[in-house]
C-alpha cells in the first residue's frame, strides 16, 4: 500500500505541536514534528511523497516566512499551511502570494486547520503527479536523436513539412520520417498533443512574425 501523504508541522512551542499532532493524528494523519525551521531543513532535506507544512510563522532564528523563502529558494513545492498568535494582514498577503495555501490565527479551530491540510494535501498530489508526468515526458525528449529533436521544435511552432524541410534543408519525405518517429517516441496521436507535452517542460509554440 503507498504510505500517507505526510503533515509536517513545524512550531517552536512544545505544547502547541503535541495538541496539533495529537489533532491530526486522530483525523488519519501521518505527522512529523519539528520544534524549528532549521530543524526541519536538516532533517527533512526532501521527499517525494506528497506532503504538506503546517509552519508557525514567529520562531527564534529562521521565521516560517525565512522557510517559506528557503523551500522556494530549493525548488521545493511544498504546500504551506501558515500559523501565528501575531499575524498582521501584510504578512498574511505576502505569505498567500508566495503560494501558501492558508494563514491561520491561534488558537486554530481544529475544523479550519483540517479543512486547510486537506486542500493542502489536495494540491500536493497534483503536483507529484504533475512532477512524475513531466519527468516521464523528459524521458521520452531524451530518447530523441539531435535531429528528431529539431524536427519536433520546428512542429510545435506550427510548420508545414515542406517548411521545415526547407528550414534544416532537407527533403519533405526525410521530415515526415522523422515526425512519424517523433510522435512515437513521445507517445502521442496529434500535433494538439504533441504541443501540449511540449509546453510542460518549456517548450512553448513560437508566434509566427
Known amino acids: 500500500m503507498p504510505s500517507l501523504p505526510n503533515v509536517f508541522l513545524v512550531d517552536d512551542d512544545a505544547s502547541v505541536r503535541r495538541a496539533l499532532a495529537r489533532l491530526l493524528k486522530s483525523a488519519g494523519h501521518q505527522v512529523q514534528t519539528f520544534a524549528s525551521a532549521r530543524e526541519f531543513l536538516v532533517t527533512n532535506a526532501d521527499t ?50 508566495a503560494g501558501a495555501v492558508d494563514f491561520l490565527q491561534k488558537p486554530v ?29 523528459r524521458q521520452r525528449v531524451e530518447s530523441l536523436t539531435p535531429r528528431e529533436l529539431e524536427v519536433m521544435a520546428l512542429v510545435v511552432t506550427g510548420m508545414l513539412n515542406k517548411q521545415i524541410a526547407f528550414k534544416l534543408g532537407t527533403v519533405e519525405k526525410t521530415i515526415k520520417v522523422h515526425r512519424a518517429r517523433v510522435m512515437d517516441k513521445m507517445d502521442v496521436d496529434s500535433i494538439a498533443d504533441l504541443v501540449r507535452v511540449a509546453e510542460k517542460i518549456g517548450i512553448p509554440p513560437e508566434k509566427k512574425q
Open 48 to 97: 517525494e511523497e506528497a506532503a504538506c507544512l503546517v509552519l508557525d510563522v514567529r520562531m527564534p532564528g529562521l521565521t516560517g516566512i525565512d522557510l517559506q523563502r528557503e523551500l522556494q529558494t530549493m525548488n521545493r513545492n511544498l504546500p504551506i499551511v501558515f500559523i501565528t498568535g501575531h499575524g498582521d494582514i501584510p504578512m498574511s498577503v505576502r505569505a498567500m502570494k
Open 109 to 137: 479551530k481544529d475544523k479550519d486547520l483540517l479543512k486547510a491540510i486537506e486542500q493542502s494535501l489536495a494540491r500536493a498530489v497534483r503536483n507529484r503527479s504533475e512532477r512524475e508526468e513531466i519527468d516521464q515526458i
